[in-house]
């Protein structure tokens, strides 16, 4: 079983910065891909980005390349998303996720409870 706590979300204007940060608790973290997603209202659940239980591979939604970086600290049990030049679409509710094979295929094992982001224009 693998808990997950998101933070850091928040108000931002656009072409600013957000650095949010997910607590995993359980065993066995470092086997885990992780990744993020995001919900805007109406629409569906998007993958964002994606690290492998190693750090050394990492994946990109195309609406975020460039602009997003995500990272693992195996030690501390955390993952990282550093989000840039943030523009008012990126807006939406921000979950962590961890998987034992692939984030980005969706079929998530564990989900966080979410964080808000916020750009205004």
């Known amino acids: 079983q693998v808990q997950l706590v998101e933070s850091g979300g928040g108000l931002v204007q656009a072409g600013g910065s957000l650095r949010l940060s997910c607590a995993a608790s359980?065993?066995?973290?470092?086997?885990?891909?992780m990744g993020w997603f995001r919900q805007q209202p109406g629409k569906e659940r998007e993958f964002v980005a994606a690290?492998?239980?190693?750090?050394?591979?990492?994946y990109y939604a195309d609406s975020v390349k460039g602009r997003f970086t995500i990272s693992r600290d195996n030690a501390r049990n955390t993952v990282d998303l550093q989000m840039n030049s943030l523009k008012p679409e990126d807006t939406a509710v921000y979950f962590c996720?961890?998987?034992?094979?692939?984030?980005?295929?969706?079929?998530?094992?564990?989900w966080g409870q979410g964080t808000q982001v916020t750009v205004s224009s």
């Open positions: 690290i492998s239980w190693s750090g050394t591979s990492t």
């Open positions: 359980g065993r066995s973290f470092s086997t885990y891909a």
């Open positions: 996720a961890a998987d034992s094979t692939s984030v980005q295929a969706g079929n998530i094992d564990y």
